[in-house]
């Protein structure tokens, strides 16, 4: 019964990312009787993202929105850790991009690194993992966090052009298909953002 009054009274719900791609899926994950809103409508810029795991930044993120805007906010942290070279880029993954964003070059900037740790990395299987943490800040019951993790391996080249970020590099295990290649349906099913979307969908 909580939880059916909470949807009756909140409607509205920020989309703590000023990242587009982040903002269209999740907002696919979402109830359809919220009303998505993100910080650009606010005229909001990112918080200082200082926490040490995806779990601590995602809540930093979540907090900083809810109390600026006085909604419930949904916020996530995702990134890409690569064994070989020991769990990077991990939570500076999207800084992994410069200031733009351009994660053309942070690929560029893996395969780099790849090729320096091990010049014949493309002939084997490079284990990596997404990683991404949800918060949910702004509910009676507050915060309510939750973490999905994908394990899969790194593409020999990038391929695809849906999704974003390092979407086109990252092959998840069982699968031949980058999440670059998958359509948005086939990755919800694989996809780490489902998965820790699933997990606190219940509160929302």
């Not at 059916?4 to 791609?21: A, R």
């Not at 606010?42 to 907090?63: M, V």
């Not at 906010?73 to 991009?97: F, H, K, M, T, V």
């Not at 670059?180 to 979307?197: I, V, W």
Request: charged letters at 30%.
């Amino acid at each position: 019964m909580k939880f059916q009054m909470l949807k009756k009274k909140n409607k509205e719900i920020v989309v703590g990312s000023n990242n587009e791609g982040k903002i269209k899926e999740i907002k696919d994950l979402l109830p359809k009787y919220y009303i998505i809103t993100s910080p650009k409508d606010y005229g909001l810029k990112s918080p200082k993202e200082n926490g040490d795991t995806f779990l601590k930044n995602s809540l930093i993120k979540a907090k900083y929105y809810s109390k600026k805007t006085n909604k419930i906010c949904i916020a996530d942290d995702s990134g890409l850790e690569i064994e070989l070279l020991n769990n990077q880029p991990g939570i500076y993954s999207a800084r992994w991009g410069g200031k733009r964003g351009d994660f053309n070059l942070a690929i560029s900037k893996i395969y780099k690194k790849l090729s320096k740790e091990d010049k014949n990395w493309k002939s084997k299987k490079i284990k990596a993992r997404f990683i991404c943490a949800l918060t949910i800040y702004g509910l009676k019951k507050n915060p309510v966090q939750s973490l999905g993790i994908i394990n899969g391996r790194i593409s020999k080249k990038k391929i695809g052009d849906k999704g974003f970020g390092y979407d086109p590099i990252f092959i998840p295990d069982n699968k031949r298909l980058t999440f670059g290649q998958m359509s948005q349906e086939l990755k919800f099913k694989n996809d780490h953002r489902a998965q820790a979307f699933k997990k606190i969908k219940k509160f929302l």
